[in-house]
């Protein structure tokens, strides 16, 4: 049975349909077909019941998905085995976040497409936390704390970030003096959140409340600026901001516990080669740009 047949088949499967997996894939809804009758003929079972809506694996497609996937898995490891030293080919979709991925990884991006050009790189930038396995995602990078899930994390770099607000805010309503001071002030935030603090040598965890939320931490830091609260934000983020005095650096005493950049890949036995190579390639350039994201700025 064809490799490449069942890659398609396990694309469908977890797009939920042809046309998501062709979109997926690059290839036309036709080509995405044939390659399902194909494995559906060589078989002699139906493996997807085809719907308007879609398609939705049969009771024998879902027990054949998991093997599709090993053996999928399996065939590019033996192949990664054989290739030259280095060389990396294939396709790598990979979630990165909008808020600062164009800014400060595109360039790893770039760089690694320069290296390995038989690699097709898929990047796709939003700060929506994507689901790796059911949108075909390779692996995504993700700053700050990580929540619990059975996706594998590997820390590529430290991740600074500091309690913010604009100085037309602090003269108008003062700045929190310690972390159980944060729920009484505004805040803009990403959503229903909790918020860290070193206090001595504990963590104190605090509900902040407000009414401007954004997916997003340079709107979160252009609204901290407009006086609308104070915010948890990055230092790659603020840093112009705390430049040019638009915000200014609040309960310092109380700093938030250090966070991370990782990138995370589907659970698996080993990560292939081009993720780690990824991975590889990030650290070393988080290490040869500490100022972009260190507190020392």
């Known amino acids: 049975m064809d490799t490449e047949d069942l890659q398609t088949f396990v694309v469908v499967a977890d797009a939920g349909g042809v046309s998501a997996a062709a979109r997926r894939l690059g290839l036309s809804k036709s080509i995405v077909s044939r390659r399902l009758l194909r494995i559906e003929a060589e078989l002699g079972i139906q493996l997807l019941a085809r719907t308007t809506r879609g398609a939705a694996l049969t009771e024998a497609g879902e027990t054949f998905r998991d093997h599709a996937a090993r053996a999928v898995a399996e065939m590019d490891s033996a192949k990664e085995a054989i290739l030259p030293d280095g060389d990396l080919r294939g396709r790598m979709r990979i979630a990165m976040p909008l808020t600062f991925g164009p800014t400060h990884f595109a360039p790893v991006l770039a760089e690694m497409a320069r290296r390995h050009p038989r690699l097709q790189i898929h990047a796709s930038f939003s700060d929506r936390f994507v689901d790796l396995v059911s949108e075909g995602y390779d692996c995504a990078v993700r700053a700050g704390y990580l929540a619990d899930s059975n996706l594998i994390a590997k820390r590529v770099g430290p991740l600074y970030g500091k309690l913010v607000a604009s100085p037309a805010y ?105 993720v780690r190579v990824l991975i590889e390639m990030l650290t070393e350039h988080l290490k040869q740009h500490p100022d972009v994201w260190g507190r020392d700025r």
């Not at 609308?228 to 005095?245: Q, R």
């Open 170 to 274: 602090i003269e108008q309503h003062g700045a929190p003096e310690r972390p159980e001071d944060v729920p009484r002030h505004r805040a803009v935030m990403q959503g229903t959140e909790t918020w860290q603090f070193v206090d001595g040598d504990r963590i104190v965890s605090v509900q902040p409340q407000g009414s401007f939320k954004a997916d997003n931490a340079t709107a979160l830091a252009t609204a901290a600026a407009a006086g609308l609260g104070i915010g948890w934000l990055p230092d790659c983020i603020t840093h112009e901001f705390v430049e040019s005095g638009r915000l200014v650096p609040i309960m310092t005493a109380h700093p938030p516990p250090d966070a991370a950049i990782y990138v995370l890949r589907p659970p698996g036995r080993h990560p292939v080669r081009k």
